[in-house]
């Protein structure tokens, strides 16, 4: 279950390799701290992976900004539909939400 992101005006479509007419978009991830999660942080395009790292780092990260650097191609990114989301995000599981559970009183505050 996948769907087309419609392209913004003036964008290039790409070809089914992930190509514009040029090189692949690289889809940027950084990190910012240790322990904190990688964050999408935009997209662009180089000819190979290293090429990818050393632009995102130039382009996306100033003054020690970040920690790590993930960059992935934009045509290994499966996505979801908005549209869906009530089928793969359902809210009703109330076995997530333990509030039918006794605590006993040994266990003092938890």
Partial sequence: MSYDVPPIEGEQEEGPDGTSGGYPLWEVFIRAARGLNHVHAGSLHAPDAETAARSARDVY??????????????????????DEADAWFDSDKPYRHPTFYDIPDEVGHM
């Fill in 61 to 82: 990260t100033r003054r020690n900004e970040g920690v790590s650097i993930w960059v992935v191609p934009s045509s290994a990114i499966h996505a979801t539909d908005p």
